[in-house]
């Protein structure tokens, strides 16, 4: 019996199918009732138990208050972690339908006005998320990692020290190196009046489903505590090369702030903290001639130039 096929039996699952294997190993299997769940097995060292259960409470009242993320289920024997004989331990979320938002490395797909339509509806989705939240009284125990002003510049950061990638020129090192600074002074700024809470913190493409006009969040697995406008800056990390970025931001700005209001120039400055974060994540996560390092740098060095140059 392979490990997924051990997980699986905890829900009582058959027909597995590897979806991706990168942080987790992330399976589609189909349960005893005919439903579609998805398995993930963690990563071990990444998050602890303690984190996960917060992460798959998180999302349990959120899909319960009818937002549109996967809700947890909980094992035959009605467990929300059980453990395996090899230490890893498991969890599986319902299936939720739909295609990706776009593709890492590619063009969005779609014409201009979907383009922006589909930002529009991401901001009120996030809105909604952020909202949602801030209704909650979070357990005494909840606990995820903190993409606050550390999180993000601090002398050990989430993701790592990011000005010291080891294929970062002298130039380029600098660059990222006042950014830091740049970024460090603009968060210190942000929160005196903007809050830290939880929050998605992975708002990739590949993080969002479309099934018609329907948006869903998945993939919750790096969500922590943080600033709320760390996620729009995440989305817009993925498109500082599409044609009508600017359109793209404001769409994206304007359905977050139809259900919250929004420091919007600071939309532009939690980018350069995802970027910069990006290029942290990758070093030692990825071969060193992998061509994902180079393009890291260079979008991290071309934003860094152009926000701390004053553009939006």
């Known amino acids: 019996m392979t490990e997924a096929e051990e997980a699986a039996a905890h829900w009582g699952g058959t027909d597995l199918r590897l979806l991706r294997n990168r942080e987790n190993a992330v399976y589609a299997m189909r349960l005893p009732d005919g439903r579609r769940a998805a398995l993930r097995l ?3 060292g990444y998050q602890g138990a303690a984190a996960i259960r917060s992460e798959l409470w998180w999302c349990a009242e959120l899909a319960g208050r009818g937002v549109a993320v996967p809700a947890p289920l909980p094992s035959t024997h009605g467990e929300m972690l059980p453990q395996l004989t090899g230490g890893r331990v498991a969890s599986a979320i319902a299936w939720v339908e739909g295609q990706p938002f776009g593709e890492a490395g590619h063009p969005l797909p779609g014409t201009a006005a979907q383009q922006i339509a589909r930002h529009h509806a991401l901001g009120h989705l ?10 909650l009284v979070l357990p005494h125990d909840f606990t995820r990692p903190r993409w606050d002003i550390d999180g993000l510049t601090g002398e050990t950061p989430f993701w790592g020290r990011f000005w010291e990638h080891p294929a970062l020129g002298p130039e380029d090192g600098r660059t990222l190196r006042r950014a830091r600074d740049f970024l460090r002074e603009a968060l210190t700024d942000h929160a005196r009046t ?5 929050i998605h913190a992975d708002v990739l493409r590949e993080n969002i489903l479309v099934d018609g006009e329907q948006l869903s969040l998945i993939d919750f697995d790096d969500s922590g505590i943080g600033f709320r406008l760390y996620d729009l800056g995440t989305v817009m ?15 994206l700005i304007d359905g977050y702030a139809a259900l919250r209001p929004l420091d919007s120039n600071m939309v532009p400055v939690f980018t350069l903290a995802r970027v910069l ?10 071969a060193p001639d992998d061509p994902i390092h180079r393009s890291h740098i260079a979008r991290a060095v071309m934003w860094a130039d152009h926000v701390m140059a004053g553009h939006a």
């Open 277 to 286: 974060a990006s290029v942290g994540w990758a070093a030692p996560r990825l």
């Open 194 to 198: 903007a809050p830290l809470g939880p």
């Open 126 to 135: 996030l809105a909604t998320v952020h909202t949602v939240t801030d209704s």
């Open 42 to 44: 963690h990563r071990p």
């Open 237 to 251: 990390s993925q498109n500082l090369y599409e044609p009508q970025r600017p359109a793209l931001q404001q769409a």
